[in-house]
């Protein structure tokens, strides 16, 4: 899975956030209340990631509603499992990435691998 670009994360952390359907219009304006982007650019940039399979759309009146396919989570995990298989070693890279986890996270991992049946 290739990493979002730049304005491709900034509208699907809109999305992300919102958790709701939205405008081009809605993300324009709150992109542009840190840097300033085109109408023009976003609409491209969001028929992308609909072509991609990121987002769905539906029309509403003459604006097209955009949703993600996925959520952020997801997209980490896919993001995490790619970094795992450019390592010619996979439970070493894995054991490198655990070494660096708080124990905040490592107490989530141990219940996640509960949840999932995949510890005893």
Same mark, same amino acid.
């Given at each position: 899975?290739? #990493?979002?670009? +730049? /304005?491709?994360? +900034?509208?699907?952390?809109?999305?992300? &956030?919102?958790? #709701?359907?939205?405008?081009? !219009?809605?993300?324009?304006?709150?992109?542009?209340? !840190?840097?300033? $982007?085109? =109408?023009?650019?976003? @609409?491209?940039?969001?028929?992308? /990631?609909?072509?991609?399979?990121? /987002?769905?759309?539906?029309?509403?009146?003459?604006?097209?509603? =955009?949703?993600?396919?996925?959520? #952020? +989570?997801? =997209?980490?995990?896919?993001?995490?499992?790619?970094?795992?298989?450019?390592?010619?070693?996979?439970? $070493?890279?894995?054991?490198?990435?655990?070494? !660096? @986890?708080?124990?905040?996270?490592?107490?989530?991992?141990?219940?996640? /691998? &509960?949840?999932?049946? !995949?510890?005893?």
């Amino acid at each position: 899975m290739r #990493r979002l670009g +730049e /304005l491709e994360a +900034e509208i699907m952390d809109c999305l992300w &956030r919102w958790n #709701r359907p939205a405008t081009v !219009r809605e993300v324009v304006d709150n992109i542009n209340e !840190r840097r300033p $982007v085109a =109408y023009t650019t976003v @609409m491209t940039v969001a028929t992308i /990631l609909f072509n991609k399979g990121w /987002l769905l759309r539906g029309k509403q009146g003459r604006a097209w509603l =955009y949703s993600p396919v996925r959520s #952020r +989570e997801a =997209y980490s995990a896919a993001l995490m499992e790619d970094a795992l298989g450019a390592s010619e070693d996979r439970p $070493v890279a894995l054991a490198h990435f655990v070494e !660096r @986890m708080s124990e905040e996270e490592v107490a989530a991992l141990r219940k996640a /691998l &509960r949840t999932n049946g !995949r510890q005893t």
